[in-house]
């Protein structure tokens, strides 16, 4: 966009089209918010940035500045045919409507410009002979644009397919495993852990759930591997069940959008807990909040049904998500999760402060237990636990481990309360 802008800028500033320069030098800066955005991590922002303003651009030079002639055709509305198929790469994890929405507007405007008769050139109109020659740089860049996206997506999707086998065989040849991470009360007891999915990868060791699991969202892998999960958990709480410490653990694990609107997903949780003959209340199940934005009553409903046998429910990355106190009072929630993101910033930003503690009397008012995580630093863990925060995970308590370390750490851990 930057070298396009510039490009065009500098060609029509030396034919002396100073409004076109003028409009391509726009397109320059816009490139730049793009580029900016884009470096300070605003991914999404930038998208939209690009987009949005790649289109309104579009639009204005095709009807006001490359007038169709009897001579010379239009050619830069062409260019979103372009924006149609990048829009479809782009934004292939947002939510459909959102998505063919986008790819529909641009295939539209361009049916308009297409089909929009020769028309009679204003005083600002870019000239035949100017656009005689921006014609076929025009088709050549929309061309080798449309091959760039088609070759991204195919290799994208390749990608897809080529991850899906290896988590598929990885499923089969018994290369999940599940790490814990302590959680600790306000007296500094272990009084439970996270479960969190570790993929042992014979070429690239052992690979974190960031690196696949959006993966399995987007293929639908994650259902049967959600119910490895669900399995391996209520199969090591049942080995725990005789030991003196670890018997009395809760032992929370992540569950996707995805899986909660399985219309069975209560049946398979119950069915897992009676194979393994252990109590509901010692498993946790995690949820995200965007539980709520599909069929909320059907997920109340389900959450409804968990609880009445017994099983904790938690919100977890609370405060960064969707919620709202009127979907918080339908819920039959146990436990709220304060993001990481507060945490950090606890100590040096009043604001992340500021919510933290009212999130934790949130809580309080609702009657949940809180428990925040990404805690590294004691100063955050007193800070916290001074305005009532119950339940504490992080780095400062341990990190995701192997059931073998975590259950010695379970059994070095002195009764007394943490300093």
């Not at 089209?17 to 726009?26: D, G």
């Not at 289109?55 to 002639?69: E, G, H, I, R």
């Not at 194979?275 to 409804?304: N, Y």
């Not at 009397?361 to 237990?369: A, M, N, Q, W």
Request: net charge neutral; aromatic share 8%.
């Amino acid at each position: 966009m930057l070298a396009l802008g510039l490009g065009w800028g500098m060609f029509f500033l030396l034919k002396g089209v100073r409004l076109v320069a003028l409009c391509e030098l726009a397109l320059m800066l816009l490139g730049a918010a793009v580029v900016v955005s884009a470096l300070r991590e605003r991914i999404r922002l930038a998208a939209w940035l690009a987009f949005i303003g790649l289109f309104v651009f579009v639009c204005l030079f095709s009807a006001l500045l490359d007038v169709q002639t009897a001579q010379i055709p239009r050619s830069t509305h062409l260019f979103l045919l372009v924006l149609a198929a990048c829009a479809h790469y782009v934004f292939r994890s947002e939510a459909p409507w959102l998505r063919y929405g986008l790819v529909g507007l641009f295939l539209a405007a361009f049916v308009v410009f297409a089909a929009m008769p020769q028309g009679i050139p204003g005083h600002d109109a870019i000239a035949d002979d100017v656009r005689r020659i921006g014609i076929w740089v025009n088709l050549l860049t929309v061309v080798a644009s449309l091959l760039v996206v088609l070759h991204l997506q195919e290799s994208d999707s390749a990608a897809h397919r080529a991850l899906h086998r290896a988590l598929r065989d990885a499923l089969a040849s018994r290369r999940f495993v599940l790490f814990y991470q302590p959680q600790r009360d306000a007296q500094g007891r272990i009084v439970g852990a996270e479960a969190l999915l570790r993929w042992r990868d014979p070429k690239r060791g052992l690979v974190a759930p960031g690196d696949f699991i959006q993966a399995a969202e987007d293929t639908g892998f994650i259902l049967p591997l959600g119910q490895w999960v669900l399995a391996t958990a209520c199969q090591q709480l049942r080995q725990w069940r005789a030991h003196p410490r670890l018997g009395q653990l809760q032992l929370s694990i992540n569950v996707s959008a995805l899986q909660l609107r399985q219309p069975d997903f209560v049946p398979q949780v119950l069915t897992a807990l009676q194979h393994a003959g252990i109590e509901g209340h010692r498993l946790t199940l995690e949820l995200t909040e965007s539980v709520l934005l599909d069929d909320l009553q059907s997920a109340v409903a389900k959450m409804r049904a968990l609880r009445a046998a017994g099983i904790q429910l938690s919100l977890d990355d609370f405060g960064t998500g969707y919620s709202s106190l009127a979907y918080l009072r339908q819920m039959p929630l146990t436990e709220l999760k304060i993001d990481r993101a507060f945490v950090a910033g606890i100590e040096t930003d009043p604001h992340a402060a500021s919510i933290a503690r009212n999130l934790l009397r949130l809580g309080h008012d609702l009657g949940i237990d809180v428990i925040a995580e990404g805690i590294e630093e004691h100063a955050q863990y007193a800070y916290l636990r001074d305005h009532g925060c119950t339940r504490f995970q992080g780095y400062l308590f341990g990190r995701p481990m192997e059931r073998t370390d975590f259950e010695a750490l379970v059994d070095a851990a002195p009764p007394s309360p943490m300093d």
